[in-house]
């Protein structure tokens, strides 16, 4: 009876590790205690910048070097995650960093030290980005990694909903019988390190990681032995990225079309709730969009991210030459934002993933961070010089035009 039974059931067949593991969760629940903590200085920062009297353009200038030094520590620090192969601590380092930095606005009193809050908070983004995401393609199967980009945008992108309704909420709460207008965004600048340092102990604690033997090429060895595959569609990435202009040119475009029925200050409240929307679309449809394209492939799923860009484009210029005021059909051009965002964010990681093996993801991962860094930087000035020099119609009929010339470069990719 007994030899029977070993014959039927024979051997155990190994089930599939599941890929909603420890590591997974911790890095998406420290995207979204980083993002809260960024969204509330995000959200504030104008208005504290108005109490201190500073300009517009000191703060354009503040958030143009942040952005920059961003873009451009991602190559570093992700060849340096390759040469060390040990990419946990560097990624611990930047959520630090950045957490501190949340409490260094809280001593601002111009816009210098804003300046330099800002680039440090910014340059722990940068540093921890690379890293976090060869760790995160390390730490699920092949087949799953789609889903796991997408849960770990998802994660990021809730903290940007959180983060505007919390800051908002204690900024309220603060400013009752406030003497001094810069107080009670002060307070709120320094509760921001609750979220910023959690991050960082959440990844501390919960990420696993198993230390490779580092890369011994130099950092140009490294980038000339990226794939022939991987620079083709780095190729698309920048072309897309040329026309990815900054979310808050879709706030200014809400708000100046609003304005003339709303007036300035109503008008400005409603963009601001579009926003949270496009958020909301964005948190949404991350991971969905990654889970989809481990079962039907991302080149496709990512092409039809950038038609969305470009579509929405196409919406807000048809709104400019038709003065297109309803707030349904704003409403679903933020939702179409949101859409390509999403898909942008998780399937170029996860794409990059595939296309690079592990010894060079690193480097992979910074080169498409600065490639889509110097892309952002371009869109911005370009959409934005077009929109003050000619008219913003001019400007998102450029943004159109270059999106859909990414989407095509990008479907004829192989």
Not at 159 to 165: Q, Y
Not at 242 to 267: F, H, K, M, N, S
Not at 269 to 278: D, F, K, P, S
């Amino acid at each position: 009876m007994r030899e029977n039974l070993n014959v039927v059931t024979g051997p155990a067949v190994p089930s599939k590790p599941c890929w909603l593991n420890r590591s997974v969760v911790g890095m998406g629940l420290a995207s979204f205690l980083s993002d809260v903590g960024h969204e509330m200085i995000t959200t504030l920062l104008p208005g504290f910048f108005a109490v201190l009297g500073v300009s517009a353009a000191a703060l354009g200038a503040v958030e143009g070097v942040a952005d920059s030094v961003s873009s451009f520590v991602k190559l570093g620090s992700g060849w340096l995650s390759d040469h060390v192969g040990h990419r946990k601590p560097m990624a611990i380092g930047g959520y630090l960093l950045t957490g501190i930095s949340n409490g260094l606005f809280a001593l601002a009193h111009g816009w210098p030290m804003v300046l330099v809050a800002r680039t440090v908070g910014w340059f722990g983004r940068g540093f921890r980005a690379a890293p976090r995401n060869a760790l995160l393609a390390a730490s699920v199967p092949e087949e799953a990694r789609g889903r796991a980009f997408g849960f770990e945008r998802a994660g990021d992108t809730l903290g940007a909903i959180v983060g505007p309704l919390l800051a908002v909420g204690l900024l309220a709460y603060f400013q009752r019988n406030a003497s001094d207008p810069s107080r009670p965004f002060r307070n709120v600048f320094w509760l921001t390190l609750i979220p910023g340092l959690a991050a960082a102990l959440v990844f501390a604690i919960l990420v696993c990681e198993k230390r490779a033997v580092g890369s011994q090429m130099h950092f140009w060895t490294t980038l000339k032995a990226m794939p022939r595959p991987f620079r083709r569609f780095l190729v698309g990435v920048g072309i897309f990225g040329a026309a990815d202009y900054a979310r808050t040119l879709l706030i200014l475009a809400a708000t100046q079309l609003l304005a003339p029925e709303y007036g300035v200050e109503r008008a400005a409240q409603v963009a601001g709730l579009l926003y949270v929307g496009h958020n909301v679309s964005y948190a949404g449809l991350s991971y969905p969009v990654g889970a989809i394209s481990d079962r039907v492939g991302r080149r496709g799923l990512l092409t039809l991210g950038y038609a969305a860009g470009a579509m929405a484009s196409l919406g807000f210029l048809a709104a400019f030459l038709w003065q297109v005021r309803a707030i349904t059909y704003l409403l679903l051009l933020f939702g179409l934002a949101g859409f390509s965002i999403a898909a942008e964010d998780a399937l170029e990681n996860a794409l990059t993933a595939d296309l690079v093996s592990d010894p060079l993801r690193g480097t992979a991962f910074g080169v498409l961070g600065s490639v889509n860094g110097v892309g952002d930087f371009l869109a911005s000035v370009v959409v934005g010089l077009l929109w003050t020099a000619l008219s913003p119609a001019v400007a998102f009929a450029y943004a159109a035009a270059v999106m859909g010339l990414g989407a095509i470069f990008l479907y004829r990719f192989r």
